[in-house]
């Protein structure tokens, strides 16, 4: 038996050494025999044919029958939404919605929480963009309510149905690695531009979580509750209505606040296709580079998505939770009052928000961002020139000029191949070759330089924190409500302040997806930490290792599945910055998108998601299987 024990390893090391000296030939020959930089020959330009179809549906929106039964009606649909939500925000006076508000949240009993949201609302009106906020409190309320009439149906279509979970899971898996900039492509290509494709554009963007935690919800309803009502003769109807989307309610609530942040995520973006709104205030801001005035308006959209997600929180109950019922009269009452209450408002003159009451922290925000330019202009302006010169210009050099593209298409193959398998692997190939076949080869080779760069300084920052505060539960539950905040401001407007500072560039794009891909590399690193088993813990200290040894040796090492997790949520989230960075001057795939929607040329649009969504899918599938394969000996 020892025998056998100590051979096994050998024998896999034995077979382990050819493979290396193979695979290392491989690459010296293909670095010597291939070529620098994507042959431009093989280029299928596939502009060409998308800028075709855009021809197309110019000469036929109004004419096709695709369009007058299928896309006509629900632009309809959207635009009456958006029409009618705006015209009555509109009219109401301007105390009528925070009040509404408050009520809504009181009802659950969380008095200091409705008060908040009630100043939530009106903080838009107090810095000056009343009219502003009511555009995208019309579009996030028109998008996230279809979102979710959408989005549930679906969900319980796929719970209940295998195969059609089976097929919609690779497509939900697809548009959540996408940037949210992609999805304005194809619907420009299809509805133009102005407020309605931008609300197409949520609604869409918007909709995977909903779909997912409404499955999910239903999928974790036990067994017995369903074979009871089944007893009972209840009939398939019944028992979803009357058991299984009950149960599942606090998954679907979970659901409909992670579609307020994804629509908060996409409705600044959205200004590129002609929205209104908040998001217009704030590109007027990057391009009159005022960070203060950036954070102000900024602020205002938190708010909005604030409000949004509590009022959803308050209006569905969830099982087992207690709420104060309001008798029919009280409320008969209420109802009354609040509409004696807007018609004698709209009557006497008092329904504009008082703009008089208005202040902004916008000077004061400038003082101190233009204070720590000029301060520390000696080590922002070595650190930028470092940065783009010995850095990123290097780093393209090397996958444009030095390595030839058949090594990194060799090595990025192979390494599919060890973490996933053949599947992933074919993948991987056909993916880096079929971005080279587009043209974006170059532009891609800047977004993956930025990336890597943009990840590692994420790395560098988050894992060491998160494993802190692992250790520390009273310190993460003090940085948590930082943790959440930076959360929920809206990407565009990490770039502000370090565009002031850095000025217009790739670096400011770079120093903003690293802020903001740190908080979920934070929380997803301390998690691990916290969720290590405390009897391996134990095992450990019983044995004499010290705290740095149980940390290096315990911890650290079964804590990895989720660490890769957490660098996996990085990598995305810097690749959603990539649009953002273009958008301040930066390089690459972000650049040409915001080209291609300023310029309405849906080919280049095109080629530019494709290799976007490509690049995007092989990370998070590369990322998954390493954390997965880690995984499996933590679990032994």
């Not at 409909?256 to 600044?268: D, P, S, W, Y």
């Amino acid at each position: 038996m020892s025998i056998a024990l100590s051979s096994a390893p050998s024998q896999k090391q034995s077979r382990r050494l050819p493979a290396a000296a193979g695979f290392v030939a491989l690459l010296v020959l293909a670095q010597i025999l291939g070529q620098r930089g994507f042959p431009e020959s093989w280029n299928i330009n596939l502009a060409n044919p998308v800028n075709d179809v855009q021809g197309w549906v110019r000469e036929n929106r109004g004419q096709h029958w695709l369009f007058t039964l299928i896309f006509e009606p629900f632009t309809w649909v959207v635009d009456f939404g958006l029409e009618r939500t705006s015209g009555f925000i509109s009219w109401l006076p301007w105390f009528i919605p925070p009040t509404i508000v408050f009520l809504v949240i009181a009802r659950s009993g969380k008095y200091w929480t409705a008060g908040f949201a009630a100043f939530a609302v009106v903080y838009p009106g107090i810095v000056g963009v009343w009219e502003q906020s009511i555009d995208t409190v019309s579009l996030m309320t028109v998008s996230v309510a279809l979102s979710i009439a959408i989005g549930i149906p679906i969900g319980v279509w796929t719970a209940l149905n295998k195969r059609a979970e089976s097929a919609l899971r690779p497509l939900l898996d697809a548009m959540q690695t996408v940037p949210a900039t992609v999805y304005l492509i194809p619907v420009v290509l299809i509805f133009g531009i102005g407020q309605v494709p931008a609300a197409i554009a949520t609604i869409i963007y918007a909709l995977p979580p909903i779909i997912r935690l409404t499955s999910l919800g239903i999928q974790q309803v036990p067994a017995s509750a369903v074979e009871a009502a089944r007893m009972f003769g209840a009939t398939k109807r019944q028992t979803l209505t009357k058991v299984q989307l009950p149960l599942a309610v606090p998954s679907i609530i979970a659901g409909i606040n992670q579609t307020v942040m994804m629509a908060l995520g996409i409705v600044v973006i959205a200004t590129l296709v002609g929205a209104a709104g908040l998001g217009q205030e704030i590109m007027q801001t990057v391009r009159m580079l005022s960070p203060g005035r950036g954070l102000v308006v900024g602020m205002a959209v938190v708010a909005v998505a604030f409000v949004l997600d509590r009022v959803s929180l308050a209006v569905v109950v969830a099982p087992g939770e207690q709420r104060r019922a309001l008798p029919r009269r009280k409320l008969a009452l209420i109802v009354t009052a609040l509409f004696v209450g807007a018609v004698l408002g709209r009557a006497i003159g008092i329904h504009e928000f008082p703009f008089s009451w208005g202040t902004s922290f916008a000077d004061p925000v400038d003082t101190a961002v233009n204070w720590f330019r000029d301060t520390f202009s000696v080590v922002t302006r070595p650190f930028n020139d470092f940065l783009v010169r010995d850095v990123l210009i290097r780093a393209r050099e090397l996958l444009n000029e030095t390595l030839s593209w058949q090594v990194i298409v060799i090595a990025a193959t192979t390494l599919a191949l060890y973490v996933s398998g053949w599947k992933m692997a074919i993948t991987t190939a056909l993916g880096l070759v079929f971005i080279g076949v587009t043209g974006m080869w170059p532009d891609a080779s800047k977004t993956l330089s930025q990336t890597v760069v943009a990840v590692l300084f994420s790395i560098l920052i988050a894992l060491p924190i998160g494993i802190w505060l692992g250790r520390r539960p009273r310190a993460e539950a003090a940085v948590s409500p930082l943790l959440d905040s930076l959360q929920t401001i809206p990407p565009l407007i990490y770039a502000i302040p370090f565009v002031m500072i850095f000025t217009v560039g790739p670096v400011p794009g770079i120093v903003a997806a690293v802020v903001y891909a740190i908080p979920p590399g934070i929380r997803l690193t301390s998690l691990g930490i916290r969720q290590v088993n405390k009897e391996s813990i134990e095992a450990a200290t019983t044995f004499g290792a010290t705290q740095r040894q149980v940390l290096w040796g315990v911890r650290i090492p079964l804590a990895m599945p989720s660490i890769i997790l957490a660098v996996n949520q990085m990598v995305m989230m810097v690749l959603a910055m990539a649009i953002i960075a273009g958008m301040v001057g930066g390089e690459g795939l972000g650049y040409r998108s915001v080209e291609a929607l300023t310029r309405s040329n849906s080919g280049l649009g095109a080629e530019v998601g494709i290799a976007i969504v490509l690049m995007a899918t092989i990370l998070d599938r590369l990322l998954q299987a390493l954390a997965k394969k880690m995984q499996a000996p933590a679990a032994l």
